[in-house]
């Protein structure tokens, strides 16, 4: 069965970072971009990141860019999204999900695109 497990939430001041883990379970990730989504509280879930298959490209939303570092370890089958410089508004459940395809970037916008879907981490920033 094919699964992915976010980790790596939990309280954190403002300006505080965390890193969040993404592993993947009865799949190889090789052949899978994995992106990064979040769902505030009243809001609609949006697009945080993504990584293409090998690492090559990436994307970032406008309110996350110089921030947030997506990066990848294929051999481990994980996926790491380090957020730094964090302020209340990224308070979120954090969800990791694939996109099968080598070499394609995932459309931060088209979350109904992804083929599978980690059960979310909760991250929250607040003094």
């Known amino acids: 069965q094919m699964q992915l497990a976010e980790s790596g939430g939990g309280l954190v001041q403002p300006g505080g970072s965390l890193r969040l883990a993404c592993a993947a379970a009865?799949?190889?990730?090789?052949?899978?971009?994995i992106g990064w989504f979040r769902q505030a509280p009243g809001k609609e879930r949006e697009g945080v990141s993504c990584?293409?298959?090998?690492?090559?490209?990436?994307n970032y939303a406008d309110s996350v860019k110089g921030r947030f570092t997506i990066s990848r370890d294929n051999a481990k089958n994980m996926v790491y999204l380090q957020m730094n410089s964090l302020k209340p508004d990224d308070t979120a459940v954090y969800y990791c999900?694939?996109?099968?395809?080598?070499?394609?970037?995932?459309?931060?916008?088209?979350?109904?695109?992804?083929?599978?879907w980690g059960k979310g981490t909760l991250v929250t920033v607040s003094s």
């Open positions: 990584i293409s298959s090998h690492g090559g490209s990436t």
């Open positions: 999900a694939a996109l099968f395809g080598v070499f394609r970037l995932c459309e931060l916008s088209q979350d109904k695109d992804m083929d599978y």
């Open positions: 009865g799949f190889t990730m090789d052949y899978y971009a």
